[in-house]
């Protein structure tokens, strides 16, 4: 078995999350979340944690078929970005145009519904995170960084 090391003490420690956009025709898949406790009532895309067994991929998988109910092979996982909120998270983003199965809310306990939005006029109730993301993407950027905030006013 492979010999995992920990850091001790006062070193930071940030949690990992994963995200998959679900492109077709110029459109990307959406979840509303709802009794989450963290941004319900926003758009979202397929995503959440990186278990401690599993890599950042795999939990990108296991999310999109958790959340969308559409498998996804690791091949076809094209890596987006990485972004890191501030104090919180790594957020890893991947997105794909193929996947087997008809998207749609597939945990209706923490979605109350499904859409589809152009990449480029993408919802104004969707979280921060993911447009700012796309916005770095589309300027060739892999790495950005954002306060931890669905919503923030931007000044």
């Given at each position: 078995m492979e010999e995992r090391y920990t850091t001790h003490g006062d070193r930071h420690s940030i949690r990992a999350a994963a995200f998959v956009l679900l492109i077709k025709d110029g459109q990307t898949f959406l979840l509303r979340r709802?009794?989450?406790?963290w941004a319900d009532g926003m758009l979202t895309v397929p995503s959440g944690h990186v278990d401690a067994d599993e890599t950042v991929p795999q939990a990108a998988i296991k999310e999109v078929r958790e959340e969308a109910g559409v498998i996804v092979k690791e091949e076809d996982l094209e890596f987006l970005?990485?972004?890191?909120?501030?104090d919180t998270y790594v957020n890893f983003y991947f997105k794909t145009e193929k996947w087997e199965g008809e998207p749609h809310v597939a945990e209706p306990h923490l979605a109350s519904e499904a859409q589809w939005a152009p990449l480029d006029d993408l919802p104004a109730d969707m979280i921060y995170h993911i447009k700012a993301m796309l916005l770095e993407s589309m300027q060739g950027n892999y790495f950005s960084g954002v306060v931890n905030d669905p919503n923030p006013t931007i000044k």
């Open positions: 709802q009794n989450t406790g970005h990485v972004q890191y909120v501030y």
